[in-house]
């Protein structure tokens, strides 16, 4: 029996919300645990986190971004980023450049190394995109992209 087939709901019973809503929580829940356990598995066998991953993602696609404008986009803190980025720096992943026009301003770049680690990463990448919703039929993939996109929607509303 697999792990999701086997597991109790987390909350059985929650007095003020319907059982359907609940059991959507609570599978969306697993759903969560589930991708980032295997998302971990992946990218620690490439010695890689999820976050430095997705961090390298975005430099790689907008070189020269600012830390707040990555922060926004990896949609965490500021000083998340900042830890994160420290960490990379020390790995010789990105470096951080004061910028010439506004020297208020850091701009972040992928080094030679990083973007290495980041073609080994777009490997991984479509490996657990195929492995899990290329399972999917199209039609599954496009309802549950619509749905997704109505939940953010509805908790990006919340205060």
Known sequence: MRFYESEDPVFPRLPGVDPVSLRVFHTFFKAVRLHRQLMFRLMSEK?????????????????????????????????????????????????????????????????????????????????????????MSLGDQEDLDRLLNMLCLAMSEEP
Do not use: W
Not at 93 to 105: F, M, N, S, T
Not at 112 to 126: C, F, H, I, P, S
């Open 47 to 135: 010695e890689a986190y999820p976050g430095q991953v997705a961090c390298l993602l975005i430099v790689s696609n907008h070189d020269g971004i600012t830390q707040r404008d990555l922060a926004r986009k990896l949609h965490v803190a500021s000083s998340t980023v900042t830890v994160m980025l420290q960490k990379m720096e020390a790995a010789n992943l990105i470096v951080r450049r004061v910028d010439e026009a506004d020297q208020r301003l850091t701009r972040i770049h992928v080094t030679d190394r990083g973007r290495m680690l980041q073609d080994e990463m777009n490997g991984v990448l479509a490996e657990f995109i195929d492995s899990t919703f290329g399972k």
